[in-house]
């Protein structure tokens, strides 16, 4: 889970979070929270996380205000919500990809609906216990309604929270209309209500659905109360969610259309998703290449050079086995330790270059086996560099470089 900030609608930073799956992404999505709630609410971080074991990436974040995101409170209004939500979704098209999915809970539902027009590349949107109408979070105020639009402002306890509303946060609302919203989605939808829910009725859900055209749908989330705080209706709305949404999303396609390399061949593909990211594919095996954070990367892989070290040090163990089991050596284990620098050539005495810096892999390796000798392992270290590997990489080598036809 990594810690992000961007910039929202009223040119303050926002917190938000990245949930990562630990593989390949298949999509990702944008979660907006509840009125008043945060990020870290149990129901968006539990979703959240039940979401990246199906390979789909979440940003949630603080709405302006709130949680630990800069801005008054005060200032906010369902519109400036919106707003937070496609400068969010600005933010994955720059750094990740564009979110395919949008999710949004009970007022957070209200506004992926109304958001997901200004996010072209959305494709299928989620509402969870959400209103079929903005100025529905009115009710919360009760009487002090009146006191807000006649005194401009009055401080309102939500959810045992003081918090300071303004007459144009109820102007804002009011002015809403989500029906234009919602019949014009043209996005596949999902509306996901508990029957029982007591702060905002299945009404609404009735509401969202008959307004809404096809492909739409509807689940029903049983006994859960409105917040989701139970771990296990969590963990079934995202099971849900992540099965409904697989047929919206270019995943399966865009794999199916991913060649399959030759045996002995290794494919190198650019993923699109951040700077650096890279697919690599090698028989039936399939990993992530990327770059720390520190040098731009999403840091979901190793880097280049970490394989590098990896193909050494492995190359270095196994060779060891082999030698040991054709010796009947009585060799428990093998650990190698593998760094790469770059030294000034002047201070490699076994360099033939002088001038320039040269690379240097340091390899430690710890030879397991207490009945293995001291010639035992004097021999071992030898064998070592003795691999394919470190054969390859301190010869002269020729490397071949075309456009592949």
Known sequence: MKKIEFEGSQNTKLSARLDRPSGQIKA????????TCGKDIAAASRIAKALTSDGIAVLRFDFTGLGKSEGEFANTNFTSNVEDLVKAADYMRENLQAPAILIGHSLGGAAVLAAAHHIPESKAVV???????????????G????????????????????????????????????????SGLDRALLVMHAPLDNVVSIDNAAQIFKTAKHPKSFVTLDDADHLISRKEDAAYAARVIAAWVSRYIDADSDEAETPKPEEGTVLVQSTGQGKFQQKIRTGQHEFLADEPESYGGNDTGPTPYDFLKMALGSCKSMTLRM???????????????VTHNKIHAEDCADCESKDGKVDQFSCEIIIK????????HKRLIEIADMCPVHKTLSSETVIETKEKN
Not at 369 to 376: A, C, H, K, S
């Open 143 to 182: 009487d002090k309604e009146a006191e807000i639009m006649e005194k401009g402002e009055a401080e309102v306890s939500l959810a045992g929270r003081p918090f300071r509303i303004r007459k144009q946060f109820l102007e804002d609302i009011k002015s809403q209309s989500l029906e234009t919203a919602i």
């Open 323 to 337: 030698y040991a089991d054709r010796k009947n050596l009585p060799l428990e284990g093998v650990e190698v330790y």
């Open 127 to 141: 509402t969870i216990g959400a209103p079929a109408d903005a100025d529905h979070v009115a009710h919360h105020f």
């Open 28 to 35: 990702c999505a944008l979660f907006a929270h509840c009125f």
């Open 369 to 376: 086996g207490n009945e293995l000798t001291e010639e035992n």
